[in-house]
């Protein structure tokens, strides 16, 4: 059975940095992409970052370029979200979710074993 559990998150304010976690049990993400999406009240679910493990390819949404880094440690089945330059517009629950590959259209393909979710607040 997949299991991701998220960590990391919390309150920080604009123009600060946080990472999230994602940790994958009962599957090898050697063979698997992780991909982050968030979710803003009121606000449908967006992609926000992608990782695959054939290629190590990051796929960014416009809106985090040059912001987040997203990257990988196979060895510990986690995948991670380096968060910097953040904005209020950040403010949302992130979630990663698993499927084979990322892809150019990652953010419209169908992720799994959704993460519990984790509170990112950027605030003064």
């Known amino acids: 059975q997949v299991q991701l559990v998220q960590s990391g998150g919390g309150l920080v304010q604009p123009g600060g940095s946080l990472r999230l976690s994602c940790a994958a049990s009962?599957?090898?993400?050697?063979?698997?992409?992780i991909g982050w999406f968030r979710q803003a009240p009121g606000k449908e679910r967006e992609g926000v970052s992608c990782?695959?493990?054939?290629?190590?390819?990051?796929y960014y949404a416009d809106s985090v370029k040059g912001r987040f880094t997203i990257s990988r440690d196979n060895a510990k089945d986690t995948v991670y979200l380096q968060m910097g330059g953040l904005k209020s517009e950040d403010t949302a629950v992130y979630y990663c979710?698993?499927?084979?590959?990322?892809?150019?259209?990652?953010?419209?393909?169908?992720?799994?074993?959704w993460g519990q979710g984790t509170q990112v607040t950027v605030s003064s």
């Open positions: 990782i695959s493990s054939h290629d190590n390819i990051p």
């Open positions: 009962g599957v090898t993400l050697d063979y698997y992409a």
């Open positions: 979710g698993i499927r084979p590959r990322c892809g150019n259209t990652w953010y419209s393909l169908k992720f799994g074993s």
